[in-house]
């Protein structure tokens, strides 16, 4: 069974920074590639970035690009999100999810964790 | 970039009818690469369809999408109590990928 479970979430000041992990099983984590997205309290889903299988191909959003890093590390079967200089805007609920593609982004997202909650206010 | 726009916003129907739900986009959408997810309340979003037409694994056939280019649809072809949530469709053919901003089904 495909889980995905994230960790990480929290309350932060404007401008600080959060480092959330998502931690997968039940897949060959390292065939498939991964996403974030997010969803802010009563809003819909943003997509927020992407990364490969091998880390090859790296993508943002426009709203988080030179904020936020993706990475992964598929010997721990895990993926991250490294969040700085938080703005209120950020708040929200964020999702680890699996991309439908095997060893290519496809950008569809066909297994989701539960989400972790991030809160930026001072 | 392209924009997706859902309609209607909210669909009240009651269980056993037929739903369809609209995603119309602003720039025609490249090989129809155009995917649906049901979200209920405090729960992670669930893929649906995929490549316009595709079922996900494990959706039930009363699920069925269709479409190209610009305009697409969701019909589910008789609700049942658990299909009441809301509902995005989401473009990937082109980047960002973007989701629409939702049509609720709820009990009429």
């Known amino acids: 069974e495909v889980q995905l479970v994230e960790s990480g979430g929290g309350l932060v000041k404007p401008g600080g920074s959060l480092r959330l992990s998502c931690a997968a099983s039940?897949?060959?984590?390292?065939?498939?590639?991964m996403n974030w997205v997010r969803q802010a309290p009563g809003k819909g889903l943003e997509w927020v970035s992407s990364?490969?299988?091998?880390?090859?191909?790296?993508y943002y959003a426009d709203s988080v690009k030179g904020r936020f890093t993706i990475s992964r590390d598929n010997a721990k079967n895990s993926l991250y999100l490294q969040m700085n200089s938080l703005r209120a805007e950020d708040t929200a609920v964020y999702y680890c999810?699996?991309?439908?593609?095997?060893?290519?982004?496809?950008?569809?997202?066909?297994?989701w964790g539960q989400g972790t909650l991030v809160t930026v206010s001072s | 970039e392209i924009v997706l726009t859902q309609s209607p916003g909210t669909l009240s129907l009651s269980p056993g009818e037929r739903a369809t739900l609209s995603c119309r986009a602003s720039?025609?959408?490249?090989?129809?690469?155009l995917a649906w997810y049901q979200q209920k309340p405090g729960q992670a979003p669930r893929l649906l369809i995929y490549?316009?037409?595709s079922r996900a694994t494990g959706i039930p056939d009363r699920f069925s999408g269709s479409g190209s280019g610009t305009d697409f649809t969701l019909t589910i072809s008789r609700l049942e109590p658990e299909d009441f949530a809301v509902y995005y469709c989401?473009?990937?053919?082109?980047?960002?990928?973007?989701f629409g901003p939702g049509t609720k089904v709820d009990i009429k």
């Open positions: 999810a699996r991309d439908l593609g095997k060893y290519q982004l496809l950008f569809t997202l066909d297994y």
């Open positions: 039940g897949f060959t984590f390292s065939s498939y590639s």
């Open positions: 990364i490969s299988s091998s880390s090859s191909y790296i």
């Open positions: 720039q025609s959408v490249s090989s129809s690469y």
């Open positions: 490549g316009a037409s």
């Open positions: 989401q473009q990937y053919g082109s980047s960002p990928p973007a």
